[in-house]
Each structure stands twice: as C-alpha cells, then as structure tokens.
C-alpha cells in the first residue's frame, strides 16, 4: 500500500493561529480525504480533497475555517483556521489509490490548542 | 445521507472466545465495507474488507459477513488474543457511479482480550 507521511505529527498552537498539516504520498494517488478524530470518538470525514479543483466538503465544515489543496495526485494541505479549544483533535489524511482500491490512513497530527 | 451505526460499542472476551461485531448502514447503494483496527495512539489499519458481490470473507482468524438485503454486515474474530484487544470501525461506501468513494465510519466497538 502508498506510504502516507504527514506532518506535523503534533502541535500545541494558540487559540486564534492558524496550522497547515502536510499530507505527502509516495505514489499517485486518485482519492484523498481528510478526516477528524476527536478523543475517544470515531473517524469523522471534513472533506474530499480534488486535484486541481475546490474541495467537496461534508456537512458542518466550511472552506473558510478548513481550506484544502491539492496541488498534483501525491500531495494535499489541511489548514485549520482561527483555531479554538473545540478543534483540539486528531486529523488524518487518507488516500485511495483508485476507486475499487482500499483506503489507508496516515499516522494523523495530534493538535492541542490553548 | 449515509449512516453507519456500530454495536456494541465495548466488548470484552476471555482469550480464546470469538469476538462478534456488527454494524448496520442506511445507503442501499453502499457496495465496499472495510473494518479498521485501532491500536492507541495509532492510525487506523485496515483489517479485512468485503464487497457487495461477496456474502462471507476469511482472512485467517478473521471473517465478515454481508447481508445485503438486511443492510447489515459483521466482523467474526475466533480465538481472539490478548493483541487483538483496540477499538474496531467498520465503514461503509458507494464505490461506484462517480461517487468519491467516500467511507462514513461506524462509532466504533472498544475490543479487550482477557488472558
């Protein structure tokens, strides 16, 4: 399966900053999501990354507070924007190499916010 | 839109009893079904997966089941060991038809082993 590599693997920001987490693949990949998981809880889908295009959000999550890129078919970028206590959590990417292939996750980035 | 629920959501097995999760989905369309096992502090891994196609799949220790016409799916662990003890997500997904394939995850079921 594709070597998913994100960072940072954690981080303690301040409320109000903003953090950009790197999710990189060592193969081209067709699919790539991002997800959260709060303490505890189960795997939540913010949005499907697109190449090249705006990304498809799912309900209860915004452009403006999670802008995602995805510049070419290995890489993609989760900000989380004006950070508050409440997106203390655990972001994941996720990739799928093709339609009817399986999806694996990276190893996530643990974000504290103070 | 798309729902997955998951029961129980803790179990706990003596080593060497089998180990039964279910979940339910609410997409008729859904036609990919992976399980995911989560160590703590750890990403999800995926275990075993089955598609709409297939009733049953082993993979040594582990087997799902589908029912289709009841929307229902199930991971089997049999002689479960202490390592087998993480939480355990089933997810479902349309795969087909310009869907993105996306996975809506179950709540998760707390697996614990007991020596």
């Known amino acids: 399966s594709a070597v998913i590599s994100q960072k940072p693997s954690r981080d303690i920001c301040q409320r109000g900053t903003s953090l950009t987490i790197q999710c990189q693949v060592d193969?081209?990949?067709?699919?790539m999501f991002w997800y959260r998981q709060q303490p505890g809880q189960s795997l939540t889908l913010i949005a499907t990354?697109?190449?090249?295009?705006?990304?498809?959000?799912e309900s209860g999550f915004v452009i403006d507070k999670f802008p995602i890129s995805r510049p070419n078919l290995t890489f993609s970028t989760l900000t989380v924007s004006n950070m508050s206590p409440e997106d203390s959590s655990i972001y994941l990417c996720?990739?799928?190499?093709?339609?009817?292939?399986?999806?694996?996750f990276g190893d996530g980035t643990r974000l504290s916010i103070l | 839109g798309e729902n997955v629920e998951q029961h129980p959501s803790t179990l706990s097995v003596q080593e060497g009893d089998s180990a039964v999760i279910k979940c339910t989905y609410s997409?008729?369309?859904?036609?990919?079904f992976p399980w995911y096992k989560q160590e703590l502090g750890k990403r999800p891994q995926l275990i075993i997966d089955?598609?709409?196609?297939?009733g049953e799949k082993k993979d040594q220790r582990i087997a799902v089941t589908l029912n289709k016409t009841a929307k229902h799916f199930s991971l089997h662990i049999t002689e479960t060991q202490p390592e087998d003890s993480a939480v355990y997500f089933c997810?479902?997904?349309?795969?087909?038809?310009?869907?993105?394939?996306?996975?809506?995850f179950g709540q998760g079921t707390t697996l614990q082993v007991k020596p």
């Open positions: 990354a697109n190449q090249g295009s705006e990304a498809t959000y």
């Open positions: 193969s081209q990949v067709t699919m």
């Open positions: 089955i598609r709409s196609n297939v």
């Open positions: 997810a479902a997904s349309m795969a087909s038809g310009g869907n993105t394939g996306k996975l809506i």
């Open positions: 997409d008729s369309a859904s036609n990919y």
């Open positions: 996720s990739v799928r190499t093709g339609l009817n292939q399986p999806q694996h």
